[in-house]
């Protein structure tokens, strides 16, 4: 099974209610960067976009707002945050305008922060932010899989408006920012991001 669904080790169970370093959440090592970043962008089912705002009274303001995402199956996640989408949304507007936007993402959307006793704001409590543009996704085995991985993390999605024109679109990353341990924030380039393998193999460890 995923890093996530791993049972807790027995020690954990034993201690439970005592010990709060028993998550099941196996987080990587915090110096091999993209390795976090890949494991926070799969773990998480939501995050906060923020856009260059065309709406008054606040036009060419960021504007940050929360939106459902995927980017594949839990332990096996593509890196790619996918969007389920309408033209009607306040923020999609946005980007109609200007597709950049950036997409952050925290440990706090897990349990595992609170289990841990970090707050949300200390970098032990793995955060990420993207820098990037959403773009439509046109190719249609890329929709595939976004649809079946939005639709798995979010099941109302199916039942979303039929007349409101959802479309898959996609994060492109242009740069990744990450807030795992003291000392100051790291970066991680798209191509460091995408080789990263975020979950360890072996089968004891998840
Ligand atoms: C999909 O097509 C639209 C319209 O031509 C374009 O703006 C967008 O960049 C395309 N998406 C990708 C991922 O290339
Ligand atoms: C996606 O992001 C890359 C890296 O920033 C950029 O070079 C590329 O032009 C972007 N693609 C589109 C269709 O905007």
Redesign the pocket.
Known sequence: MTALTATPPAICLLLLGLASRCSGLHIPPHDAVARVARFVANQVTWASMATISSHDPVRGQPFSNAFSVSDGPLGRGSGVPYFYLTRMEVSVQDLKVNPQASLSMSLAQTDYCAQQGFDPQSPLCAHVILSGSV????DTAEAEFAKKWLFWRHPEMVDWPSDHDWFFA?F?ISQVWVLDYFGGVKTVTPEEYFQATPFRKHPHSG
């Open positions: 773009l439509q996704v046109n996609k492109n």
